[in-house]
């Protein structure tokens, strides 16, 4: 992005002094219609996944969803307000930084149901711990939103008159997308390696949880959270790709393919873990594959054991109940 020949600082642009395809920070204006049902929706799902979350008692999986959902639509009412003053600087960086960033919340909440997926099957048949995915995964979440937020916040927040800061931050904000792109692909090849491995071990399966991976309802949840991942994927490739071309390319300024590849691809997947949500998918037991984060060695029989420990009031420690899982 740079500015326009004749460009001068300081000068308010309107729809009666200025043209939007030279002068707007997107050359077009975003259709109130379609940007409005978008922000429906989303606001919808965000409701819905309130009240699923508090009735399933998904409390983790629901404050993500909700950031994502809220973060999305805040994006949309930008894009709204955009219709009508497409030059206003606010307006284009709350619409630039939510929609980018709120999927990521989305990404965080698809990964902390495999640590409880592995948890249902058996955590014996896993290379590695449920609470590892969930914290590498989660982990690399955060790295993405804050490299997307600091270059959304640098490229859209400096001035016209500096093209090279603007190009610094767009190229930090692809980075973040890569970043949230290597993190689904690794999510997703990690999901697949230990399902191939649940199918070469079955004698390894978790007996306690035996009737609820055979459910059909289980299996459509699985289902969904990989559809999810799949249509996640998707947005965040063409994000990184838009993007990449800087906001002037035409993929930045193309309506019809934002709406599609960006705003469906999250509605699709927010629809998944929405109608399979995890208290559809396992039911009353969500909680009960639970996985701590902390243990504490106890010796039994002269050996040591991990034993499962929190705080409490007293000073002593106390086994934890499965209230007090993620």
């Known amino acids: 992005m740079s500015a326009p020949d004749g460009y001068i ?7 009666d002094t200025c043209s939007v395809e030279d002068w707007g920070y997107i050359r077009y204006r975003p259709s109130v219609a379609g940007n409005a049902l978008f922000l429906a929706v989303m606001a919808v799902l965000a409701l819905a996944q309130l009240y699923l979350g508090f009735r399933h008692k998904t409390r983790g999986f629901m404050i993500a969803m909700c950031l994502g959902l809220t973060t ?5 009412i930008s894009r709204v307000l955009m219709n009508g003053n497409p030059f206003n600087r606010d307006y284009f960086l709350w619409y630039l930084i939510t929609l980018t960033i709120g999927p990521v919340f989305i990404a965080a909440a698809i990964y902390l149901t495999l640590g409880h997926i592995v948890v249902a099957h058996g ?30 916040g640098i490229a859209a927040s400096t001035p016209l008159t500096n093209p090279h800061m603007i190009d610094v931050g767009t190229n930090i904000l692809v980075a973040g997308l890569s970043i949230q792109v290597a993190c689904l ?9 230990f399902f191939w491995r649940v199918r070469k071990n079955p004698s390894m399966a978790n007996p306690e949880f035996t009737d609820l991976v055979n459910s059909k309802r289980f299996k459509f949840f699985l289902l969904a959270v990989l559809g999810a991942t799949a249509f996640l994927f998707v947005r965040t490739l063409f994000r990184s790709v838009e993007l990449s071309e800087g906001f002037a390319g035409d993929l930045a300024n193309n309506e019809v393919e934002f709406m599609i590849l960006d705003g469906v691809m999250v509605i699709l997947a927010s629809l998944c873990l929405t109608i399979w949500h995890p208290g559809y998918g396992f039911g009353k037991r969500w909680n009960e594959t639970g996985f701590r984060f902390r243990t504490s060695k106890a010796k039994v029989d002269g050996g040591e054991t991990a034993t499962p420990v929190v705080p409490a009031g007293n000073g002593k420690s106390e086994p934890e109940t499965s209230a007090e899982r993620l």
Do not use: M, W
């Open 185 to 193: 692909f690794a999510f997703s090849a990690c999901s697949l390696e």
């Open 72 to 76: 999305e639509t805040v994006g949309y």
């Open 123 to 152: 955590e014996s048949i896993s290379r590695i711990k449920p609470r590892t995915y969930t914290t590498f995964f989660v982990g690399c979440d955060i790295v993405s939103l804050v490299v997307q937020a600091v270059g959304g």
């Open 9 to 15: 600082e300081g000068f308010v642009c309107t729809l």
